[in-house]
């Protein structure tokens, strides 16, 4: 029997997930694995050595189950560690045949194109405000567009929480919708540069003007990863296709997880546990 050779989705915890939905949906004929990297989550806060840490060694194990691709669903290690991963590990390791790509560049290359004022809100983890990853980036494809930060550090523990779509959340989301929106009253599109945000989209657009433009990156990255996979026949022929889907995370509640991952995909997932040094 051939051996699986799946498209590797890792994040540092549920979040990831609004990814692996569009990518899953855009090209359902590959096989999958997606890792949450729960029990160390949130990586926000975290140092940029911790960060690159925890990303390249998710990476490596997902290597090792045979993903010749693995997309870093994970705004925080796209901005942290993606760069890393590519110029200084992968040439450096045995896997110099294999692919690390992140939802960053993808998402700056077109999120110019949503705004009609060319004023955009990015609403992400302290560590992504922090690298000011999307300031570059987006300057890069869309010089006219000015762009306005906002960390939002009590989110994503909201969502792996399990709060999101509890009451107390709306508090939350409305002290840092408040304070991106005072920076300019010409803000027309914010851009959820965390890929745990869209879980709280809903209660997001419930605190805004209905004029504003609310990007979520799912859908963004599945269409630039079919066409990177169409650029690249080298990379997308090793995928294997047989509509195989698993789930893992390293937290070992792993009937937390299933229960809060069913919700935001559209299979019934049932996750296995996988230790990863503290």
């Known amino acids: 029997m051939e051996s699986s050779r799946p498209i590797g989705v890792f994040d540092s915890g549920i979040g990831g997930l ?3 939905r569009s990518i899953a949906k855009q090209l359902p004929q590959y096989d999958y694995i997606y890792l949450g990297d729960n029990g160390r989550a949130p990586y926000g806060n975290r140092s940029f050595k911790t960060i690159h840490e925890y990303t390249w060694e998710c990476v490596q194990w997902m290597f090792n189950q045979g993903c010749p691709l693995v ?7 796209s901005a942290k560690a993606l760069r890393t ?36 809100g990015v609403l ?6 922090q690298s000011n990853s999307y300031l570059i980036e987006i300057e890069k494809f869309f010089p006219d567009v000015k762009v306005y930060q906002q960390a939002c550090p009590l989110w994503v523990p909201l969502i792996e929480n399990g709060e999101y779509n509890k009451p107390g959340a709306d508090y939350y989301v409305q002290q840092y919708l408040d304070e991106i929106m005072s920076q300019s009253a010409h803000i027309d599109t914010l851009l959820l540069a965390c ?8 209660k997001i657009k419930t605190h805004l003007p209905a004029d504003v433009n609310v990007v979520a990156q799912g859908d963004i990255v599945a269409v630039s990863l079919a066409d990177y996979l169409q650029r690249h026949p080298d990379i997308e022929e090793k995928l294997t296709r047989n509509q195989d889907r698993r789930f893992f995370t390293t937290t070992d509640d792993t009937e937390d997880f299933d229960k809060h991952a069913s919700l935001f995909t559209d299979d019934e997932v049932k996750s296995t546990y996988v230790s990863m040094k503290q």
Do not use: F, M, W
């Open 124 to 129: 992400g983890t302290k560590g992504t405000i």
């Open 195 to 202: 890929t745990h945000y869209p879980l709280l989209q809903d």
């Open 85 to 120: 991963i590519q110029q200084q590990d992968l040439p450096n390791s045995p896997y110099t045949h294999k692919r690390v790509l992140g939802v960053i560049r993808p998402t700056a290359e077109v999120i110019g194109e949503y705004t009609n004022s060319n004023q955009i």
């Open 18 to 20: 609004t990814v692996y």
């Open 71 to 77: 997309i870093l669903a994970c705004n925080t290690a």
